[in-house]
């Protein structure tokens, strides 16, 4: 176990749906990070927050939305989703903050959307 | 924008062989290095970094990875493989101001590579 607790394991939806997947991190640790793994693109860089805040987007979709609630728990939000949403999407904590990269992530078991 | 080639998308060994990995980042200044291993149906689990203090950077079982600045360089050994290997591995590098202008890092991955080991 991680410590990075993400909800729900595995999703299935139909195209043109919403979903919302959850992700509490490591005890302690003020920052979050959204990936995207895909086959094709591998793991990419969706978002980051920093103690409720919004600190960096990456390959996001304008579909795609996230938050961190003041609990530090984080959701991502996925809307009228297509085919190609279909991935695995991880979070990870970490304990330094967004100018310290030297302490890595520690990732979550992630969850597994599969949009029909 | 930082990025990391890993070379060799599947490698296979026999079991007791040295694993190498490789891993060449692209970076103008020495950034921070990290290899993640990642099992079936499992999340990233570090495996270790480097952080600029000793290049050769040891991690867990029995990993170690070297640092070479001349090469841009982070390859993955291990002595002696073992069935437990068999695993998809990352290399990382830290990314900085790219998707923001407040200078925040990100992790940024190479598509990896895929571990078997033969009996």
Known sequence: ??????????LITATGQRV??????????LSVYWYQQSLDQGLQFL?????????????????????????????LNLSSLELGDSALYFCASSAGGPTEPRYGYTFGSGTRLTVV | AQSVTQLGSHVSVSEGALVLLR??????????????VQYPNQGLQLLLKYTS???LVKGINGFEAEFKKSETSFHLTKPSAH???AAEYFCAVS?????????SYQLTFGKGTKLSVIP
């Open chain 1, 20 to 29: 919302t997947l959850r992700c509490s991190p490591r005890s302690g640790d």
């Open chain 2, 23 to 36: 891993c060449n980042y692209s970076s103008s200044v020495p950034p921070y290095l990290f290899w993640y």
């Open chain 2, 95 to 103: 990314d900085r101001g790219v998707y923001s202008g407040a200078g």
């Open chain 2, 53 to 55: 203090a000793a290049t």
């Open chain 1, 47 to 75: 978002i980051q927050y920093y103690n409720g805040e919004e600190r960096a987007k990456g390959n996001i979709l304008e579909r795609f939305s996230a938050q961190q609630f003041p609990d530090l728990h984080s959701e």
């Open chain 1, 1 to 10: 176990d991680s410590g990075v607790t993400q909800t729900p394991k595995h």
């Open chain 2, 83 to 85: 069935m437990s290997d």
